[in-house]
């Protein structure tokens, strides 16, 4: 059934895009300037479903469907008696569940509308975007030998993320971004010979997104507020180059240098225990509550009465018992000890510094025949934690590694070998030690290429024409992998549970509990 057949309508959008500019000399001859904004604001609307108790439900009756196609109940005072610890219909949730608006859509529920409803509506989702550029030119000389600009860049972004959980809520989370760069270039003309221009960078990755420090709970119908946690991640890169050209003759030698500063810091809010109800972590698939259910409605119904549907029962009587039967918590430890209280943001900071330094000649052969060689060189440091939250690997891993695969081929356990653990440090080069990998210092990257024009008559001029160019060449270029770990590194991801197991540590759910020894709401 579509969303229009039960009186919801398309969902609309409301685009307006705007924005203005302007330049123009601030003093003649001498500074330019140019700024320019614009702007984007979309009002829309997403379609969107929730499952919700539905209206018998609220009332504490359990429905449950029967193989000769028979639809039996629960009444509240049924359901107490068939609870194993005969508590009966859970009063939080019976309050929880008053504020439900009512389903629209039982048909698409997975037990199609016996206890459960899915309510479908437009969730509203704003995005507001703004983009601010400006720049100056700067001529202080009549001769022009000396010139210097600046330019910055602003975004302002604000955009909906984790939409209303219920119609007339706002969007439980928003993601920010106020990401902003900064460039400056100096040229300088030395001599009619030698040109000199300096570079700076600033890119600045500023990224948040809103959210709820709450524990999370998680039922089998949507809960009436959403968890999205926070998050903040400041990620700028500082770039220095400086390149020197000088002409003589038939050459033209270039050097230059080019330092970058990466540092990307982040802090996540994710630091809470969630609790759930699911019936595959239930003992036996919640096989003890069912066979209840069915011995309950043959002494109702007659001995022939079989459930036919044992999931949605499950399903249902967890969630009308208000039974919470999983959790799960990351436990996140510093490198100095002691566990970091849940609630507590957890910070990382990573960094690293890249330089390189080049040369190179173009070198006219003749006047259609050019040669260009040069040389780089890179320097790359290894990525560390900069607030010393790091540990390494205490030993060789790829003896380790070796040690478990010989191990296997002689049906050896992987726990016997006296490498079979893993210990850890302290590591980077915040805690004065080495870091996961080792500084490669041997990166010569020499290149070269020849460009040719040919000047052809007959047969061969009509095939290459005027101005046509043959070119080949060849280069050594090194990956520059560990910029990218430093920008996309997390504690809670690959960082904590490959590299640093003993920051983190997460505890998943409790198997194998019976309904009624299962924790209740």
């Not at 600009?149 to 955009?159: C, D, F, Q």
């Not at 029962?313 to 849940?342: C, D, K, R, W």
């Not at 490959?498 to 198997?511: D, K, R, T, V």
Request: include cysteine; proline fraction near 5%.
């Amino acid at each position: 059934m579509c969303s229009s057949d039960l009186g919801v309508p398309r969902e609309n959008l409301i685009r307006n895009q705007f924005g203005a500019s302007i330049g123009g000399p601030v003093m003649k001859d001498k500074w330019f300037g140019f700024f320019n904004w614009e702007e984007r604001k979309d009002r829309t609307a997403v379609n969107t479903t929730r499952t919700v108790p539905s209206e018998t439900f609220k009332q504490g009756i359990v429905q449950y469907r029967m193989s000769n196609g028979q639809v039996g109940t629960l009444t509240p005072s049924e359901v107490l008696a068939v609870d194993p610890l005969h508590i009966g219909f859970n009063s939080a949730l019976q309050n929880y569940m008053k504020s439900y608006a009512p389903g629209n859509d039982p048909a698409s529920s997975a037990d199609r509308g016996l206890n459960f409803s899915v309510l479908r509506f437009n969730a509203p989702k704003t995005l507001n975007y703004r983009a601010l550029v400006g720049k100056m030119d700067f001529n202080p000389f009549k001769s022009g030998n000396h010139t210097f600009n600046v330019r910055g860049t602003l975004a302002a972004n604000k955009e909906d993320d984790t939409l209303a959980q219920f119609p007339g809520q706002t969007a439980a989370s928003q993601l920010i971004d106020n990401s902003r760069g900064l460039s400056a270039n100096y040229t300088s003309v030395l001599s009619p010979h030698l040109v000199n221009t300096f570079n700076f960078g600033l890119t600045r990755i500023g990224g948040s997104g809103t959210g709820t420090t709450d524990s999370s709970l998680t039922l089998f119908f949507a809960t009436p507020t959403a968890f999205p946690r926070p998050s903040v991640r400041i990620a700028p890169t500082y770039n220095f180059t400086d390149d020197l050209t000088y002409n003589v003759g038939r050459n033209t030698w270039q050097f230059g240098a080019n330092m970058r500063a990466i540092r990307n810091s982040r802090t996540s809010f994710s630091n809470f225990p969630t609790y759930s109800f699911g019936r595959n972590t239930l003992k036996g698939l919640g096989q003890d509550i069912s066979t209840a259910v069915q011995s309950f409605a043959q002494s109702k119904y007659g001995t022939t009465a079989t459930l036919s549907e044992t999931t949605n029962v499950q399903n249902a009587m967890g969630a009308m018992l208000g039974i919470l039967n999983s959790y799960s918590a990351t436990f996140n430890y510093a490198v100095a000890g002691g566990t970091i209280p849940f609630g507590s943001p957890i910070p990382r900071k990573f960094a690293t510094n890249e330089y390189e330094f080049y040369f190179m000649d173009t070198f006219k052969l003749k006047p259609n025949l050019t040669l260009t060689y040069g040389l780089r060189y890179g320097s790359y440091s290894p990525v560390y934690e900069a607030n010393g939250e790091q540990v390494i690997t205490q030993g060789n891993v790829d003896q380790y590694f070796a040690d478990r695969a010989g191990g296997q081929l002689l049906g050896v356990p992987g726990f016997v070998p006296a490498s079979a653990k893993l210990t850890f440090i302290k590591g980077g080069a915040a805690n004065g030690a080495s870091s996961w990998y080792s500084r490669d210092n041997n990166n010569f990257a020499p290149r070269i290429s020849v460009a040719y024009t040919p000047e052809f008559d007959g047969m061969l001029g009509t095939i290459f024409g005027k101005g046509s160019v043959i070119r080949a060449g060849g280069a050594v270029t090194y990956d520059r992998y560990g910029s990218n770990m430093a920008v996309n590194f997390d504690g809670p991801f690959f960082l904590a549970q490959a590299a640093m197991p003993h920051l983190l540590e997460s505890s998943g759910s409790l198997i194998n509990i019976a309904s009624n020894s299962a924790l209740r709401s």
